[in-house]
């Protein structure tokens, strides 16, 4: 007679430890998402990583689906606030042509932050009038690009108002230009009046201050300046362009967001501006009031580490 050792089966030890890696991975993604709503640092530092996160939800997805299905659930809870965070920046349809609506006449607005000292300028103007823009807003304008943008504008673009490093051209008339500082000391911001045949539409043009880790303020307050500038505004019809120097998500944009809707890409992109390279995250923004948005995306202008935003709108 055989004695034969009787012994436990293995533990499937495999299963059991990628099961809780990933239950960990999710609760940190949910946590970091999550922190995308902390005004400030934390929350622009989240917003301009946003969209990549994605990506490392969807490979705990599909790592969950081979090795741990009974953790799926837990991984859809981060996914689902990731889409709500993300709802601002989603890519759009594109809105009726003109042959398919009669509500107005369309207006082309392309914006771009040219780069200072790059010695673009020339080459940017140039390349966003061949788009068959109307108002041309560029930013960044240092006193040799500003010379030659309008250089390169003037005769197609024969209205414009420029002030500090902000400029707009337009094939139609300007009126009521100002200047504005938004809560700071020096000008990177203005508003006009375009005077659209069918109706005038606010244009402002903004070049918000950059972002260094622990240093946002500046741009905080312009951000926030700006949306009461077009709360107050008694213009039925407003678009605001330019360097915001904020991703679409962040939160320093809430209050924008509150009084005009923020632009969504309509190419099925993310609709990505910086830097030209290899585009990572939206800086340059659209937001419209009492426009209706026909299409938005971006397009490469001149040497700039900016893709230009361009925008029909009616």
Not at 64 to 78: E, N, Q
Not at 112 to 136: F, K
Request: net charge negative; proline share 7%; glycine share 8%.
């Amino acid at each position: 007679m055989i004695d034969v050792e009787h012994r436990p089966p293995r533990a499937r030890r495999g299963p059991t430890a990628a099961a809780r890696w990933l239950a960990v991975g999710s609760v940190v993604m949910l946590l970091v998402v999550a922190c995308g709503w902390i005004p400030g640092t934390v929350g622009t530092a989240v917003a301009a990583a946003l969209p990549w996160l994605g990506l490392v939800l969807l490979s705990l997805l599909v790592a969950a689906v081979f090795l741990a299905r009974r953790v799926i659930i837990l991984i859809l809870v981060p996914a689902l606030l990731w889409i709500v965070a993300m709802a601002p920046a989603l890519p759009t349809l594109p809105g009726p042509t003109g042959s398919e609506s009669a509500s107005g006449a369309e207006l082309t607005v392309v914006s771009q932050n040219v780069r200072a000292r790059s010695g673009g300028a020339t080459a940017s103007a140039t390349e966003l009038a061949q788009s068959d823009a109307d108002v041309i807003a560029l930013v960044e304008l240092d006193g040799d690009s500003l010379s030659a943008a309008q250089d390169a504008l003037a005769t197609e673009y024969p209205h414009s108002y420029t002030v500090g490093t902000v400029g707009v051209w337009s094939r139609y008339p300007l009126t009521n230009a100002e200047p504005l500082t938004l809560g700071l000391s020096w000008k990177r911001a203005l508003r006009v009046e375009v005077q659209v045949p069918s109706a005038p539409v606010a244009v402002y043009v903004l070049h918000a201050a950059s972002v260094r880790p622990g240093h946002q303020q500046d741009r905080d307050t312009m951000l926030s300046g700006i949306a009461e500038e077009i709360a107050a505004d008694p213009a039925e019809s407003v678009i605001a362009v330019g360097d915001f120097n904020a991703p679409s998500t962040d939160p320093s944009l809430a209050a924008l967001r509150a009084e005009a809707d923020g632009v969504r890409p309509t190419d099925g992109t993310l609709g990505f501006t910086w830097p030209v390279a290899f585009p990572l995250v939206r800086i340059d923004q659209v937001f419209v009031r009492g426009l209706d948005v026909v299409t938005s995306s971006t397009m490469r202008a001149g040497n700039s580490d900016h893709l230009a935003t361009v925008t029909r709108v009616r």
